[in-house]
């Protein structure tokens, strides 16, 4: 090969090298800027993924919380239910057994309702044969209880407890005094009259104007005149109304037949 074609063939190679080593470092920067955009695009994915496990963390630590709470609440509402299984367990012992009471309700309505009806016989005559004070007030109140047997509206305890309470008036009445107004007979002309009631041993009558004054006789069972004593009447009828202090009072007392015998004897 000519001296001249060697030289034409290194000038050529020249060029090629000045035009490849260019085009080698434009790659390289391309390179690097992809690298570097990589990067860029990774941290941010990577900023993206921390939010998202941030996020995750955050629900996971709500979703906890959630879960200790309903656990606590169904720990709770064992213990309730256990209380309330309890208590319809008593409730149910308790119903068994009101149950067998009144089975047996029966049985004992057959033995007190015969008992009420002699009670309200026997306050029936008890009334008849003691002093006659507030008569038809207490005739009234044995009627109610004979039309309270008959009502079916009225219940067994019901019953019992209006007869007890009609037996602690009563009771209470030979314990108390009394002054009450009311109608009788007075010679042979009704008219209204004071009563005084001194527990059931004294039961004397004035005329509003005084004029008459007589006691009932319990032995005797009828009203015997005692003007003599109308000062003693008035007085104690005073005390029984609280117009005056509580005094010594002199009233015609009928003495028992039996100790009217011994005196005699």
């Not at 057994?97 to 009420?116: C, E, R, T, Y």
């Not at 009234?140 to 309470?165: A, F, N, P, W």
Request: net charge positive; aromatic share 4%.
């Amino acid at each position: 090969m000519s001296k001249s074609a060697i030289a034409g063939l290194g000038v050529l190679l020249a060029g090629v090298a000045l035009t490849v080593t260019p085009l080698t470092a434009q790659a390289q920067q391309q390179t690097l800027q992809q690298s570097v955009s990589t990067q860029q695009q990774i941290v941010k994915n990577s900023a993206q993924t921390q939010k998202k496990i941030n996020n995750l963390a955050d629900s996971t630590q709500t979703l906890l919380a959630k879960y200790l709470t309903t656990e606590k609440q169904i720990d709770q509402l064992k213990k309730y239910n256990d209380n309330l299984q309890g208590l319809i367990n008593n409730q149910q012992s308790s119903i068994t057994s009101l149950n067998k009471q009144l089975g047996q309700l029966s049985d004992v309505a057959h033995g007190i309702v015969p008992l009420m009806q002699q009670m309200i016989a026997g306050l029936d005559n008890f009334i008849k044969l003691d002093i006659p004070y507030q008569l038809d007030q207490r005739e009234q109140t044995v009627q109610k209880l004979k039309d309270l047997m008959t009502d079916s509206d009225v219940s067994i305890s019901e019953r019992y407890r209006q007869i007890m309470g009609a037996y602690r008036n009563e009771l209470q009445a030979g314990r108390t005094i009394n002054a009450y107004r009311g109608q009788l007979t007075v010679n042979n002309k009704p008219q209204p009259v004071d009563f005084l009631r001194i527990g059931r041993v004294v039961l004397c009558y004035q005329t509003l104007d005084q004029s008459q004054t007589g006691c009932w006789d319990q032995r005797a069972r009828k009203w015997v005149a005692k003007n003599s004593f109308r000062r003693e009447v008035a007085s104690g009828l005073q005390v029984a109304r609280k117009e005056t202090s509580p005094n010594l009072l002199i009233l015609p007392v009928l003495a028992p037949v039996a100790a009217q015998q011994q005196t005699q004897q």
